[in-house]
């Protein structure tokens, strides 16, 4: 597609609900990245995929945050058992190459997601 | 890992002035990218910058890599350029895989 598209665009979950957040990437653009925006802060690194490969998660704050990226194209963000820390925007990019030297790495719009 | 400071975290103009936006970061880059976030929260690429100078349109940016630093020039600003700055970069021994962003910069334009 002609950029990065996530959904759904918002998302409230009740306290103890899994989500899936969805990110479609830049057609052909081998690396896709998760990010989470709190209120007011910038974007943090949740983690890292090269094609299908999952070659950094050191960002995920627990493990009920899992990411897959199963034929190298879309990626989905689970959460398991919200809670309300969670509440935040997640942000989805990709990039052409490996990695994030020497390369741009455009954004989707995000989804917000609110646990009640 | 490498620390990313925006300064000023707020700043207020009237339409028409100048501003400039600083970013400082702590280590050696080989990526560093200034967005725009607008206020329905899409980060909007505005420059992909890790070293030089570019120009698009009333915006320019200049990364001083050696001495670890990048400006945001905004001129003639107009209402529309209202929103929050940030500044990311990858650090040029770690970069891998992530981009670490600043706090970024309120910027509110006024009519």
């Known amino acids: 597609g002609a950029g990065v598209s996530q959904s759904p665009r918002y998302k409230v979950a009740k306290r103890g609900q899994d989500v899936a957040l969805r990110c479609d990437p830049i057609s052909g653009h081998v690396s896709l990245f998760w990010y989470q925006q709190a209120l007011g802060q910038g974007p943090e690194f949740l983690t890292y995929?090269?094609?299908?490969?999952?070659?950094?998660k050191s960002g995920l704050p627990s493990d009920r945050f899992f990411a897959e990226r199963p034929e190298g194209s879309v990626s989905t963000l689970k959460i398991q058992r919200t809670q309300q820390e969670d509440s935040a925007v997640y942000l989805c990019a990709s990039s052409r190459i490996p990695g994030t030297g020497g390369t741009e790495a455009f954004f989707g719009q995000g989804t917000r997601l609110t646990v009640v | 890992g490498i620390q990313v400071e925006q300064s000023p975290p707020d700043l207020i103009l009237q339409e028409g002035a100048n501003s400039t936006l600083r970013c400082n970061f702590s280590?050696?880059?080989?990526?560093l990218q200034w967005f725009h976030q607008n206020p329905w929260g899409q980060l909007i690429n505005l420059f992909y910058i890790p070293s030089g100078t570019k120009q698009n349109g009333r915006l320019s940016a200049t990364t001083v890599a050696t001495e670890r630093y990048s400006l945001l020039y905004i001129s003639s600003s107009q209402t529309t350029d209202s929103g929050v700055y940030f500044c990311a970069v990858a650090s040029k021994e770690t970069s891998g895989s992530r981009l670490t962003f600043g706090e970024g910069t309120q910027l509110t334009v006024n009519p």
């Open positions: 280590d050696s880059v080989n990526n």
């Open positions: 995929f090269q094609n299908e490969a999952q070659l950094d």
